[in-house]
């Protein structure tokens, strides 16, 4: 089985590969690197501090974002119990 930051790597760089085929998400890649950046970046630069990320640096990131106290869960569907409690919820984000 594949580590959840890996698969998620992996998704995110199949993206933006696939994206380099249309030339206007190529162009608005390129229009947002300029704007953000002043600067152009390869794919394989991006690749590169994609692969660089850690889970540390995600946990770093989650942690000054995400308010537990804020959190909300829909389900669809014909549940009974939804297997987890808000609490629980709140705990596995803190």
């Known amino acids: 089985m594949v580590e959840v930051g890996v698969a998620a790597k ?3 760089k199949g993206s933006i590969l696939l994206s380099l085929e249309s030339t206007v998400s ?3 890649g390129i229009a947002r690197q300029e704007y953000y950046f002043g600067k ?3 794919p394989d630069e991006i690749i590169q501090h994609i692969d660089a990320v850690t889970l540390d640096d995600i946990h770093s990131v989650a942690q000054t974002i995400v308010d537990p106290g804020s959190l909300s869960l829909t389900l669809l569907g014909n ?3 939804p297997g987890i409690s808000m609490d629980a919820l709140r705990e596995a984000v803190a």
């Open 10 to 12: 992996l998704h995110l």
């Open 26 to 28: 190529r162009m608005s």
């Open 40 to 42: 152009q970046f390869t």
């Open 79 to 81: 549940l009974k119990s």
